[in-house]
């Protein structure tokens, strides 16, 4: 039965337009091709990664959140009450006003007590700003080094000037060095964070993020099992060309930089729409969509990468209405968060109280102020 799976899943026609078999992109001449198993590289490298990425946040994100005078917010604890931790952990952190009183009578505290208690056990599990800084540095260093590496792979290429290019012999294309460490890179890295999603930053988004990164994971794979590699090295840069410019923005607004954290931003916004909202889909899906057809008829593999294209394109319309949202209310003097964050929550009389014992409690810029997507 296994047998048989396998066989249908790697059916030529499925991944292949008709008339060409796997034996066309055989090794042969000194010509190499993309394979499936130079895949199976990228799992051990992406617990390579994770490991990487905790020795950076250890050794060099936190010593230079120091040197950026990073300062966390002062927040309560809730004090240890067995009735309440139980309903907080089992049922719900945002109780009803039904539950306030039910839990009021049942644990002897008062209701504002109890709504204070669950702020204050709420807050306590939300992350540091010192974890969001070191999370931002990580992916800022990772995405700046990716894109320059891919500019690098690509810049030199026929097809980076004339899109027809991508399709030029194709699918007998053979595989140049930098090509497979680009892909090989790329694709750990995106394990590696659908590995540690669970223990990073969440937001708002955190579903939209899952999503993005297993429609990547599909597509840099199917693009490499299909020899799709020319269009996806321009799909990967592509991406990377904005991400770093956020997660620096992140950074500056931890560190209470406002106006480099506003600039970089602006910056950020402008080269998203650019990338995502134009260059993406009209350029490059246009190439992925209506060039192939000028040399073999659609087949499956045609329909999987578009449409997969296709789900990435509208979560980049959804993270651009939200940027959008964002940068127009801070450009135009309003207050606003993260339209991706979770607000921190205060008790007005007890963050005043604190206020008077140590001063402000946080030095965070309202934009981007963030309790991750990605990005993704």
Known sequence: ???????YFWWERLWLPANLTWADLEDRDGRVYAKASDLYITIPLAFLFLIV?????TYVATPLAGLLNVKEKIRLKATPNAVLEKFYAATTKHPKQADVEMLSKKSGCTVRQVERWFRRRRNQDRPSLLKKFREASWRFTFYLIAFIAGMAVIVDKPWFYDLREVWKGYPIQS????QYWYYMIELSFY???LFSIA?????KDFKEQIIHHVATIILISFSWFANYIRAGTLIMALHDSSDYLLESAKMFNYAGWRNTCNNIFIVFAAVFIVTRLVI?????????VVYPLDLYPAFFGYYFFNF???VLQSLHIFWAYLIIRMAQKFITGKVVEDERSDREETDNSEEEEEMAKNG???NGHPVLNNNHRKND
Do not use: G, N
């Open 360 to 362: 402000p409690l946080s």
């Open 191 to 193: 394990w590696s964070l």
């Open 175 to 178: 595989m140049l060095p930098s």
């Open 1 to 7: 039965m296994f047998q048989t799976l396998y066989s």
């Open 308 to 310: 997969m294209m296709a």
């Open 53 to 57: 990425r905790h020795l950076f946040e």
């Open 280 to 288: 993406l889909p009209f350029w490059i899906m246009h190439c992925t």
């Open 199 to 203: 223990s990073d930053v969440k937001r």
